[in-house]
């Protein structure tokens, strides 16, 4: 009896000290070897470590240790999640409720390398898309869902994002891949590889992969975040997305499709299930340079980018290849109307200064309801070679 009391307390103590260091609890397996944070910062080495709610202290994670993502991992404002070179991160194939998000005010240090990336994918011993969440990042930054300084909620975890803070930092991405992501939470609801929400532009971003991925592979809600060097392959929705006034860059962008797929891009200038609600108004309008989007031939009857909802966008040596549409631009005529697209091209918001069309069937499809050439919207140049991935890509990507 007097046993069964001191295991007792010694229980009722731990359970205590483990709910006051403000970071979420480590799941200790039953391995003969215990598992914990010393203290919820850094793990001690040689463990099998499940990763599962919210952190309100830095996390750095240990080369020697083997994480596995057990449920939502939420980095709290003011902590940062610090990831080393060459870590494979696993992720519990139980849907969309096993993510990493990044919070407003949070940071992420994950900087791998051309031979040792970091990466992101499922614990199934039989991966498929769709076993788990995905990378979220949430910033401070401009978005046109709400006015001034407001705030939105991610789709997924209902966290706050946006602002008025174009410069806001959200950490370092460098070589990082993420695999068979894009669980979802319900037909609304749905991860991407990448979710950049608000991101502002003093976040470092690039050589980044999505690879296997059931819904999009890298959505932008807004912000400003420059992203170089990003490669999707084999996303089941689209591959590029973005919505809510993102005005950020993307230079150097590789994408191709599986069997599985929708578009190479779909770019909205609002989200049209909320509305444009800036002011002063502003749309949607990324600088694309070097940009390469592979289809599975024309006959497969898919656009290779979609624009609509008013986006604007200023593109730059492109290559598309295998697409029944290479653009189809979708709006209502007139500059006050509320998907003023075309009024993008005839303005020279929306353009595309050098372009080369392989196995395209339609060049331009125009539902705007303005009348414009396809000359007023591209420059057709059988020389735009796109982005040169063969040499970026080489070593860390999936092919």
Not at 260 to 286: M, Q
Request: charged share 15%; with cysteine; glycine share 14%.
């Amino acid at each position: 009896m007097k046993n069964n009391l001191l295991a007792l307390a010694i229980a009722t103590t731990l359970f205590a000290s483990c709910g006051e260091d403000g970071t979420a609890d480590i799941i200790i397996n039953d391995n003969s070897v215990t598992n914990n944070t010393n203290g919820g910062g850094t793990a001690t080495t040689g463990q099998e470590i499940e990763l599962n709610g919210n952190y309100a202290s830095d996390l750095s994670l240990d080369i020697a240790n083997t994480y596995i993502v057990t449920g939502p991992v939420i980095i709290e404002d003011g902590a940062t999640l610090t990831i080393p070179a060459g870590m494979t991160i696993k992720a519990a194939a139980t849907g969309a409720d096993v993510y990493v998000a990044i919070s407003q005010g949070a940071k992420i240090d994950a900087q791998g390398t051309a031979n040792q990336p970091i990466i992101f994918t499922s614990a199934a011993n039989t991966p498929n898309a769709g076993d788990w969440g995905g990378l979220i990042l949430l910033g401070k930054a401009p978005i046109n869902s709400v006015s001034g300084s407001g705030t939105s909620t991610s789709e997924i975890a209902s966290l706050p994002f946006g602002g008025n803070d174009a410069s806001d930092d959200s950490g370092k991405l460098r070589y990082v891949r993420v695999e068979y992501s894009g669980g979802k939470a319900d037909g609304n609801s749905e991860n991407n590889g990448f979710s950049f929400y608000g991101v502002g532009n003093s976040t470092l971003v690039e050589y980044i992969q999505m690879y296997e991925g059931k819904d999009d592979g890298v959505e932008f809600y807004g912000g400003t975040v420059n992203v170089s060097y990003i490669s999707i392959v084999n996303a089941q929705d689209d591959s590029i997305d973005w919505t809510e006034g993102y005005t950020g860059t993307i230079t150097d962008a590789y994408v191709k499709h599986g069997t599985d797929h929708d578009k190479g891009i779909e770019a909205d200038g609002y989200n049209t299930d909320i509305g444009n609600n800036s002011s002063p108004l502003f749309w949607s309008k990324p600088t694309v340079n070097n940009l390469t989007i592979i289809g599975l031939g024309s006959g497969t009857g898919n656009e290779a980018v979609r624009l609509r909802a008013g986006t604007q966008a200023i593109f730059s040596n492109v290559l598309l290849k295998g697409f029944a549409e290479g653009f189809d631009l979708d709006g209502d005529a007139g500059a006050t109307s509320a998907n003023p697209t075309g009024t993008g091209v005839i303005n020279g918001d929306l353009d595309v200064s050098s372009v080369a069309f392989e196995d395209i069937t339609v060049k331009m499809k125009n539902d705007t309801g303005e009348t414009f050439t396809d000359a007023d919207f591209y420059t057709e140049d059988a020389t735009a070679t796109g982005t040169d991935y063969a040499t970026w890509g080489a070593g860390w990507t999936r092919q």
